[in-house]
């Protein structure tokens, strides 16, 4: 039976993986004992990778709404109505009434082929996606702020660290590859600390556990800065305005604020200040929550003071959910970036991209996920789900029916998919050829090992047919033509090439041979770069007899069961236990506060907000600070009726904020 290496479409971590192959069909998973992050291990998603071209539930044909149903029809009539639907838009509204959801799974050259057909054919940066908004406002991806050089450290750095934080996050269920070295790393000694509403499984071994209140997280950030800088060796001197900026942030009053004991603050003050390669983890619980813009700038600088100037060392360790998150944004389905995270004001990048297109892209920045699903007349979404994971949930729904046409290319028929007008059938990973960017910025192979079923094209023949349809024929080769395409526009990726990818484990831009020269990332660095305010505000909601507790969105518990390759795994999904609904209703608190209310687990109870209500049930933890209702992401739409959604003012990027609740018997 043959065996095809190539990349684990589950989470960011970018495990190699081979699948087993027999008459055309992937029949089995087996990970690479060599590969760099696998090291011959998988998680349960990625033993069941083979599962998500095997699913018995893939759309087989493209399908066309007519008077209300999705019916199958042929490729050429689905590509022509589609064109001819986008076409009447871009001509009555102009093509920036069109927008493009790419895909954080889809790989780097369907991607970068999405954007360059709205930036080409219909003359937009409306392109973006979904899991994108997870990581804003994030100063990595926020222009001004760009002042860090790197935007993330790498998996191996998890072993080499002296110390390793773990800031709302839970790499067990989330990204297990990277759970397993933290927890070989608190095995071998290294201190691990926690900052969590929710203790995580790997938060039992920390040796320090803070639980702030939910909203002051950004608040304690500029306490332990405060405190680490107070305890630091003088010979290594502080920014004067950074020390000044938190100066107020003794940890006496961090300790009011945040409800976090001034001796603990002292006390991880005290560790990182001793630290010499800190390693602060994170992921979509901490750039989600309320305050995630604020908190992440927060530790970014407190990272770069511990580090110091000249370390080449990364504090910041950022673990995406997708396989392919990083790419997608490396190839600029962002809607001010081109490839290589180049300004689209750029005159410069649009000259070097329009001497490779033939035709220079626009100037002028496109709308984002959030934005495009509330105001674009026609959306093309491709391997996007943005009814389930844009961060109001199902609340887009109603946004989402002011959209006059909406095509969506998918291998499964997503909520969003089932909304659409025409549905193109996509390929799955295991059909095509590309390459994935992981969290660590790894590029690797993605390689066809099995046929996809009679009647699927995958994405990037549609994505060409459409460009044709537009007067823009893209004539390549192979896949790797795109990719050497991509090389030639955009920096970070330069030199690339499938030959040089199939001889290694992949090339982590800005380390390996891509750069050269990490310094060179240096010219990623705005020069008008500003420093982030720090912990200006907090998210605490008001508390008060009527609603004593504070309901906080928790997005790491449970995190897989919004997606549509679990769901659509078959093997997977029962080992996941994903069948059991109710437990996605659980809503959490402490069994302190269970006490209080006589209330136990497994009771149905009625939460209610000042903004609504819901029914669920309820489960009672010790690992979840007392005061606090944790409901998992995955209660989607029970969420709306209770937890306000707000636009971040910088970002414009919509966030669940906590919000104080009370819990009653029904
Ligand atoms: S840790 Fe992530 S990349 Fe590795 S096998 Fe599991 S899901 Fe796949």
Known sequence: MPYVLTTCPFCGCGCGLYLQVEGGRALGTVASADHPVARGRLCAKGWHAHEVAASPRRVLSPLIRRQGVLEETGWDEALDFTATRLRSIQEAEGGTAVGFLGSPRGTNEENYLLAKVARLCFGTN?????ARLDALPSLFDLPKYRRFTLPTGNIKDIEQADLIVLWQTDPVEEHPAAAARVLHAAENGVPLLEVAIRSAQLGMRAKVRLWPIPGTEAQLAAGLLRATLHEMNPTRPARETLAATVDGWTPEKTEQVTGV?????????????EARRPLIVYSRGMTLAGQGGECLMGLAALGQEVV???????PLLWLTKHCNAQGARDVGVVPYFLPGYQDVGDERARANVAQVWGAAPPAEAGLSAWDMVKRVRGLYVMGDDPLRLLPGGDGTRLEFENIEFLVVQDSFLTPTAAAADVVLPGATFAEKDGTFTSTERRVQRVRRAADAPPDIRTELEVLCSLAER???PMDYGSVAEVMDEIASISPIYQG????ALDQSWGFQWSIDTVLGDSRRLDSMVGENAQDPTLAERNAVPRIDEEFPLVLVVDYGIEAWSDDSFVANAIGLRREKGANRKSDLERAVISATDADKLDL???????IRSRNGQAQVLLGVSDRVRAGVVLAPASMGGALNGLVPCETDPESGVPRLMPCAVCIEKP
Do not use: K, P, T
């Open 496 to 499: 690339l090439s499938y030959e």
């Open 470 to 472: 537009f007067g823009h």
């Open 261 to 273: 004991l001034a001796e603990d603050i002292v006390r991880v003050g005290q560790r990182l200040a």
């Open 126 to 130: 409306n392109v973006d996606f979904s």
């Open 600 to 606: 136990r687990s497994g009771v149905r109870v009625r």
């Open 308 to 314: 110091g100037e000249g370390n080449e060392w990364q």
